[in-house]
């Protein structure tokens, strides 16, 4: 993640992420205007919380994130794959990549 359309793919990643939970959980989304201030904290938090987008034709379909831990215990969190993506290898490969 070094340039600004990096981010702006994170952030159209991370929509995808909060519409589909809130359709599995029968809620209205979040405002869009949240996924840009949540996908922004993860940027400032950035390089300590490294984020991590993946792609796979040239599209963002994939995001992870991870954090260097102590005494080889680290941090991992949010992953989320597009469905139209899923069972392509995108979750193993962002887990991989990340736990490296």
């Known amino acids: 993640m070094v340039s600004d359309d990096d981010w702006a793919a994170m952030v159209a990643v991370t929509r995808l992420d909060h519409l589909e939970e809130a ?54 969190e949010d992953l989320f794959v597009d469905p139209v993506a899923r069972g392509r290898g995108v979750a193993q490969a962002l887990i991989a990549h990340a736990t490296a």
């Open 23 to 76: 359709a599995k959980e029968g809620r209205e989304p979040w405002p869009e205007a949240l996924t840009e201030q949540m996908v922004g904290h993860k940027r400032r938090k950035a390089p300590e919380m490294q984020p991590w987008l993946a792609r796979l034709d040239d599209r963002p379909v994939g995001m992870f994130s991870s954090m260097p831990g102590v005494d080889g215990i680290g941090l991992v």
